[in-house]
């Protein structure tokens, strides 16, 4: 694999992210894995390991929240008038984000300014989908549920103890993202200092103290192939990795982006993973480009470069 080192490496060098970490393989076994980078680079520098963990974002919610709604036989229901389905495809009708802790009660912000177009007839990202599905699981049984019905252990966990903060990469200084995002807003508590060791969204950081079911795993590369792998070979893939928006604007699963080679999703900060059906093979990668801004980069540019490298035959995959 030292043309995927080699690549992973020019990129820390260019200055995308100070670290990655991945895990390649099959469905029964990583084959290839490693750690190049430093997890913390601003204000000290602590190398990046095959032990490190990373704000996952985004890669939660078909690992976790979707997988859940599947395996408590919740596909069918409706959650204040929103089918579950619809939730889960991103066709709700609901804008792309806003801050809910700016708001007195985030539920009803969502029911009153979340609705933005007709749904069904096209697909919109939008973390208030998988904050709707978290409010149904319900917030106190979140990470209980998770660990019942998915299994975490340490190498992928909610809310992880301060001690861990040495293995933990770090990300933005400050939420100054989001703050753009919502600059209309007096934020109460906006974060300033570094994220280290808790969620960078702040909707999972400020709704429920590290998750809202659209983000808040951490996780080792290890981890997060082991969840891969296990929903890969689990009865629910099959389901869940069908078009359910043909002949919108995007392909979606139940929580996954699909397409004819295989499914995936992607983490804003700088994460995703790739689980390729016909080879039966899950590409894992792990950075922390929002380490210590969220500057702008060719992140899908990487990660699909990533793909290519470490597919067989270098075929090149889209998610």
């Not at 260019?14 to 680079?41: C, K, Q, T």
């Not at 690992?63 to 066709?91: D, K, N, S, Y």
Request: glycine fraction near 10%; charge should be neutral; proline fraction near 5%.
């Amino acid at each position: 694999m030292n043309g995927v080192d080699d690549f992973l490496q020019r990129e820390i060098d260019l200055g995308s992210f100070p670290s990655a970490v991945y895990a390649i393989g099959s469905y029964d076994r990583i084959e290839h894995e490693n750690a190049l980078g430093h997890a913390i680079a601003v204000p000290l520098r602590i190398p990046a390991t095959l032990d490190t963990l990373y704000d996952c974002a985004s890669i939660t919610k078909p690992l976790i929240t979707a997988q859940l709604v599947m395996r408590l036989g919740l596909l069918e229901e409706t959650f204040h008038g929103f089918p579950v389905r619809r939730l889960l495809t991103h066709t709700s009708g609901l804008r792309a984000w806003m801050p809910l802790y700016a708001y007195a009660n985030p539920l009803k912000a969502i029911l009153d300014e979340g609705p933005e177009y007709e749904p069904g007839t096209r697909v919109v990202y939008s973390d208030l989908n998988f904050i709707l599905l978290w409010m149904m699981l319900g917030p106190e049984n979140f990470v209980r549920l998770a660990n019942e019905q998915i299994g975490l252990g340490d190498d992928a966990m909610f809310y992880p103890h301060p001690s861990l903060r040495p293995r933990i990469a770090a990300t933005e200084w400050g939420q100054r993202f989001e703050a753009k995002l919502a600059s209309r807003f007096d934020i109460p508590g906006a974060r300033q200092g570094l994220m280290w060791g808790e969620t960078n969204d702040g909707n999972s950081f400020h709704l429920g103290g590290g998750t809202a079911g659209n983000a808040g795993l951490f996780a080792t590369a290890r981890g997060v192939f082991r969840i891969a792998s296990e929903f890969a070979r689990s009865e629910w893939a099959e389901i869940a990795t069908r078009n359910y928006t043909a002949g919108l604007n995007e392909s979606r699963g139940l929580g996954w982006i699909v397409d004819e080679e295989g499914y995936g999703h992607t983490g804003f900060t700088g994460t995703s993973v790739r689980i390729d059906s016909k080879r039966k093979r899950i590409h894992v990668l792990l950075t922390n480009r929002i380490h210590p801004c969220a500057a702008p980069i060719a992140m899908q540019r990487i990660r699909e470069e990533f793909v290519r490298l470490t597919t067989p035959g270098g075929a090149a995959a889209r998610t």
